[in-house]
């Protein structure tokens, strides 16, 4: 079967800013990362080290696939990959692990026993197959939640507007550090994450939808409520990306200071891809 692209969105939180996410695809496969915001000065040359990683990673990632790598091993090589990179462009070697360039990512891929999915972090893809419900593939919902209530209970306690991100530096840091430990690992320049990552394989019928977000778009059901897993599907199907996206940043202008929805900016990257089995 073949993976046909259907529409791609891709907007930056920021429009005065690198846009952190990035994304591939082929008739085989496609992949959308989402590098996690820097916390402090950049050890890459480039924008952000936040858009190193997610577009290194995307890049590498289909160009394994292409040259006949499976999916996991593709993922190995690509790790690999930025590994090497790191090591030989940054400016120094990070102190803590919060410098670390780190994304959380959606891979499908098509492979012989089905359709593949990998992921790291807060990525996910939602699987609409003929009449069946939606299956959300990846762990987003639970991530988002808790990371909602981990903003809410931390501008309550400093009486501070949870989108104002400098005024949580210290806990953001310190949570960036448990990245690539216990059950919490991340795309980063390390090859062991590949023994980390979370996997799912669907055997999925031509006609089936799949839609791979980051999580900044997937925030319009996760974080604002604004959709359920299906009518977010039925949305894109029927009315386009563009149209959510712009839904998206009208509900976050509406609460800039995140006082309704607890998060730690404004707006997000947000990505999707809307793709076909055909």
């Not at 090589?77 to 994304?103: H, I, N, V, Y």
């Not at 005024?167 to 919490?184: H, T, V």
Request: hydrophobic share 45%; aromatic share 6%.
């Amino acid at each position: 079967m073949t993976l046909e692209l259907v529409e791609f969105l891709s907007l930056p939180g920021d429009i005065a800013k690198a846009n952190e996410d990035a994304f591939g695809h082929d008739a085989a496969a496609a992949a959308v990362l989402d590098g996690a915001t820097p916390l402090g000065d950049g050890l890459m040359p480039g924008p952000s080290d936040a858009a190193w990683i997610a577009h290194f990673g995307a890049r590498r990632l289909l160009a394994h696939l292409k040259d006949g790598e499976g999916a996991r091993k593709a993922l190995r090589s690509a790790l690999g990959d930025a590994q090497k990179s790191f090591t030989a462009l940054r400016r120094r070697a990070p102190e803590e692990m919060w410098e670390t360039p780190c994304a959380s990512m959606m891979l499908a891929a098509e492979t012989d026993a089905g359709m593949e999915f990998l992921w790291f972090g807060d990525c996910a893809a939602l699987v609409k197959q003929g009449n069946a419900a939606v299956t959300i593939v990846g762990e987003t919902l639970d991530k988002k939640a808790e990371e909602s209530q981990r903003a809410g209970a931390l501008a309550k306690a400093r009486k501070q507007p949870s989108t104002d991100r400098f005024q949580f530096m210290d806990a953001l840091r310190a949570s960036r550090n448990r990245i690539n430990s216990g059950d919490y690992w991340l795309f980063t320049p390390d090859e062991k994450a590949a023994s980390h990552v979370g996997r799912r394989v669907m055997k999925l019928a031509p006609g089936t939808h799949l839609l791979l977000c980051s999580d900044g778009f997937l925030a319009l059901a996760s974080d604002y409520g604004a959709y359920s897993a299906e009518t977010l599907m039925a949305a894109a199907l029927s009315g386009g990306l563009a149209a959510l996206g712009e839904e998206l940043r009208a509900i976050e202008a509406g609460d800039a200071d995140g006082a309704k929805f607890p998060r730690f900016k404004q707006s997000d990257d947000a990505t999707a891809l809307l793709l076909k089995l055909s």
